[in-house]
């Protein structure tokens, strides 16, 4: 017997006694958590800036997208940062002209593992947890790219926002099978005496860009 | 067969490793500053959810129905994420699982390699379960631990204590001495803040230099065929994305139906953990993505004596444990001890039911006792599990093995369980015995105190002192008491403290 | 204490005997928390074990009738305030069996509140285990006394008189540790406490 064999023929063993069909059970599982909420836009928008501050993250407001390439190089000249990494195919208009860009064309590690900044968008995101989740490819670009640099700049529309993880997730699932980050706030640890750390090895600055 | 728990077979039974353990002031310090501030970190989390209840009951819902169809959910999973470019192993125990990364490593390893094999991890219990560091090194590759606690506990050669956040039983200045030592940093301080950095520096270039990667998973879902780690430091991020081959091992119990069902326990787990809405990150994928990430993609399936478990329906629902180690954080009995008392990298009340379980030992058979039944565990648990009760039936497992032994018959425990039944079932035995017992204290009655009971009961007298029994009993007064009515308010029987 | 250390089957009979006596019982007030868990806990499912419906029936016909002495006063006969007198400071113990079995809460504050005389003062990290649990205080000698080393100092720290709670074992664990290091801190069962009325022995204890 193979060891696939044997392990299923061991769980078919141990579980002779079988309820209903896996689907049906899977569907009549009870859920009565809070899976939408009635939270009006001016509510989640609040709720989704507090969290993201409460967890280290700068939040820039912007009325419409002309201002975006404004926000953007306002945080970087905040943070001394001149030059900005960005996805293969990122809106120019989003981009400020002052600053050096370089677009992620299948770069190696080491040539990303010198950008100290990376731009991108984001798919959706959550108010209650302050998360940002990311659908990797197109403008939200590849894995990478938002892992080694150590400021990470990010683009959420307002109508992105959902207040509680189900709806986003939910946003998310028809592309599920594409690699996916969620984000909520800087890399951090409290692995020394609990002591919370910002910035491990991921990015050590987050700068949601919020759009309306 | 090679089930293994860790070392957990040449671990000391409980209360000789927490005596042990209790000796350590400093241990005892770090872990209790660690698991309180956790435990109210948690505490402050969950009172800001009001469905906080339901979810809980959803996620066992959602375990208990995915364990009763475990592997229809396997299949699906295999089925899934093999369509999406990703290869799944079976591994029925620790050494067969150890021999597929092994293969896997040496396969994708340059023939004419000169270099030690290197390959970086991401936290994984279940690779420290079944030991896979000491198999690599065996064969001559260098596992690296990549987690900032587990990299405390590899430099330092020590073992996890804690399932979370395996280093807690370190402090600031231990961690400085162990980095010092192995990071070349004669100079290094003891604050977080460059203990931290430290380990970015000596890990950084490691990450980039790596073609293999080691993971565990926190999720492995069937609808989708993806997997889902969830870590706070980035360094899963790292072995996930950057390597050239991913090697992740994976828990049979770690499936679950659909990509859906992330909505509970993504918003149970990080509360749960670490007290955080949730942890910095949580990477998904499924089987290989052209042009991002790891383009070899392999699962190894674990068995390791979780099947075991899924045939009796209160030990099938240890299974259920997402590994967040809330009833280690809330246990009175770890916080004393930290989790090296356990013998096991399982440690705290779900390593008491899950160890055990998994590898049968004479050690494991001391950890069902390691608990006063206080059931701070059962209410944190995010997914129900009720330890107290489990814990409650393996005892059961361990006495019925011992009555079947001359020496477990004759034991002091047994005869005094089986007399006290006796006694307990008879009135007139109950009344003769507490007369017998008044007369049998006096021995050891001084200034009307019991301090110091020979055999079991000196176990309390050697730190607790004992009323004796009265000479008047309640069954006494209450046959002689006045057969007064009682009503509120009125001057009721007398009586009264004493 | 059998079921509990894993001495399932001589807990049979244990059942039973409890059946016995008081399956006639109106009534059933017990002043232990945790022997009511036992019971509500367990004795179903030992009466299912043992694959006896009659034994089963009968538990299922009992268990709604037996009360915890704090439930019995405060949900059953709706009194919170009973008259006593207890004129000292006393710090509460939640026991583990009250609070996370029986779900017990406010009940024993409630009637504490109402005694005459008593200052009821809140015992810090109160939800923490006595370390007693049973046998474990004597198979696990070492871990049981450094738990109730904690509780002590809490105890100490609330500078109470009196330290009381729904549970008897939990209060001679606490009592033998305190009286060990010389304390004069009395442990005091809630019943004596609220049976204890002006000018007599308990009142001006």
């Given amino acids: 017997m193979t060891a696939r064999e044997e392990i299923l023929a061991r769980i078919q063993g141990a579980l002779h006694v079988r309820a209903s069909d896996p689907a049906n059970g899977h569907g009549k599982i009870e859920r009565t958590y809070t899976r939408t909420t009635s939270m009006n836009e001016h509510e989640t928008i609040e709720l989704f800036i507090d969290r993201l501050v409460d967890y280290d993250t700068e939040v820039i407001q912007v009325a419409s997208d002309s201002e975006i390439a404004g926000a953007v190089a306002q945080s970087m000249t905040k943070a001394q940062e001149t030059a900005l990494l960005a996805p293969a195919g990122f809106p120019q208009e989003w981009l400020p002209t002052s600053i050096a860009i370089t677009l992620d064309e299948n770069l190696s590690h080491v040539t990303l593992d010198a950008e100290k900044t990376v731009i991108t968008t984001c798919e959706a995101a959550v108010a209650s947890t302050g998360t940002i989740f990311l659908v990797h490819g197109g403008t939200q670009g590849r894995r990478v790219i938002t892992l080694l640099p150590d400021h990470h700049i990010c683009i959420v529309r307002r109508s992105q926002v959902y207040s509680v993880l189900p709806e986003a997730l939910a946003a998310v699932t028809a592309n599920a099978t594409k690699p996916i980050t969620t984000i909520s706030g800087p890399s951090a640890t409290s692995d ?3 002591v919370r750390i910002r910035g491990v090895h991921g990015p050590r600055s987050l700068t949601v860009i919020l759009v309306s | 067969m090679s089930i293994r728990v860790g070392k957990a077979a040449k671990a000391p039974a409980f209360p000789i490793a927490a005596h042990k353990a209790l000796e350590n002031n400093q241990l005892r310090a770090n872990v209790r500053r660690a698991t309180t501030t956790i435990r109210n970190k948690r505490a402050l989390r969950v009172e800001e959810m009001p469905d906080w209840e339901s979810l809980r009951s959803a996620g066992a819902a959602i375990k208990q129905h995915t364990l009763a169809h475990l592997d229809h959910y396997l299949e699906e999973f295999v089925r899934n994420c093999e369509r999406a470019g990703g290869k799944v192993h079976w591994a029925r125990d620790a050494d067969e699982a150890n021999s597929i990364a092994i293969n896997l490593i040496r396969t994708y390893t340059p023939k004419d390699s000169t270099a030690p094999v290197e390959v970086i991890k991401v936290k994984t219990m279940t690779s420290d379960e079944i030991q896979m560091n000491h198999a690599l090194e065996r064969e001559g590759i260098v596992p690296i631990e990549t987690d900032l606690a587990d990299m405390i506990v590899q430099l330092g ?3 996890p204590s804690h399932i979370v956040v395996p280093a807690l039983h370190k402090n600031r200045t231990e961690i400085r001495d162990i980095f010092r030592a192995s990071m070349a940093q004669p100079e290094l301080t003891d604050q977080p803040e460059d203990l931290t950095a430290a380990a970015r520096k000596y890990l950084r270039e490691r990450f980039l230099r790596t073609k293999i990667a080691v993971s565990g998973a926190n999720f492995a879902i069937a ?12 360094n899963g991020r790292m072995c996930l994305t950057l390597p050239e081959v991913l090697i992740t091992l994976v828990g049979i119990e770690k499936v679950i139906p659909s990509f859906g069902d992330l909505e509970v326990f993504l918003q149970t787990l990080p509360r749960s953990a670490t007290g955080e809405r949730m942890n910095p990150y949580n990477s998904l994928w499924t ?11 392999h699962v190894i399936l674990l068995d390791n004596g979780r099947t075991k478990l899924l045939e009796d329906e209160m030990e099938r629902e240890t299974l259920q444990c997402i590994r967040c180690a809330a009833c280690l954080n809330a246990c009175p009995v770890y916080r004393e001890t930290g989790g ?6 399982y440690s705290g009340p779900i390593g008491a039911i899950l160890s055990p379980q998994l590898q049968s030992l004479e050690h494991s058979r001391s950890l069902p006792y390691a608990s006063t039944l206080c059931g701070a565990c059962y209410e944190v648990c995010p997914v129900k599990i009720n330890i107290p009760e489990v814990l409650i039936h393996l005892r059961g497992r361990v006495v019925r093995e011992d009555q079947k032994t001359l020496k477990g018959k004759l034991g002091v425990e047994n005869i005094a369980m089986q007399a006290a039944a006796t006694i307990f079932r008879s009135e007139r035995r109950y009344e003769a015995s507490q007369r017998l017992a008044r007369i049998g204290q006096l021995a050891f009655e001084r200034k009307g105190l019991l301090t110091n009971l020979p055999g079991m009961a000196g176990g309390w007298t050697a730190t607790r002192d004992l009323k004796p029994i009265p000479s008047h009993s309640f069954r006494d007064w209450w046959k002689s008491r006045n057969n007064t009515t009682w009503s509120p308010k009125s001057n009721m029987s007398q009586g009264g403290a004493n | ?6 001495y399932h089957g001589e807990a049979v009979p244990l059942v039973r005997r409890f059946v016995e006596l008081f399956r006639d019982a109106e009534t059933v007030c017990v002043p232990s928390a945790s022997c009511v868990a036992m019971m509500r806990e367990h004795y179903e499912l030992i009466a299912r074990n043992e694959d006896d419906p009659r034994l089963l029936a009968e538990v299922q016909a009992l268990l709604p009738r037996v009360f915890e002495f704090s439930e019995l006063l405060t949900k059953k006969l709706k009194v919170t305030d009973v008259g006593a007198h207890f004129p000292h400071s006393v710090t509460y113990h939640p026991s583990c069996h009250s609070l996370r079995m029986l779900n017990i809460r406010e009940e024993p504050l409630t009637l504490l509140r109402a005694v005459d005389g008593l200052n009821l003062i809140e015992l810090p990290n109160r939800e923490q285990c006595c370390g007693f649990g049973g046998t474990f205080a004597v198979k696990n000698m070492d871990v049981s006394t ?7 100092a809490c105890v100490i720290e609330t500078k109470a008189d009196v330290v009381t709670s729904l549970d008897n074992s939990c209060l001679m664990n606490i009592w033998g540790g305190l009286h060990r290091d010389g304390s004069s801190v009395r442990t005091v069962h809630i019943a004596e406490i609220l049976n204890s009325v ?4 308990g009142g001006n204890a």
């Fill in chain 1, 192 to 194: 020394i005496e609990m």
């Fill in chain 3, 146 to 152: 450094a738990m109730l080393a904690e509780k002590k």
């Fill in chain 2, 340 to 345: 090296h008392a356990y013998g096991s990298i």
């Fill in chain 2, 223 to 234: 609808d989708t065929g993806s997997v889902c780690v969830v870590e706070s430091e980035g």
């Fill in chain 2, 157 to 159: 050669k020590d073992e």
């Fill in chain 2, 287 to 297: 089987g290989v993505t052209p042009g991002d990430g790891p383009q070899h993609f």
């Fill in chain 3, 198 to 201: 002006k000018g007599l022995a």
């Fill in chain 3, 1 to 6: 204490m059998h079921y509990n250390t894993g």
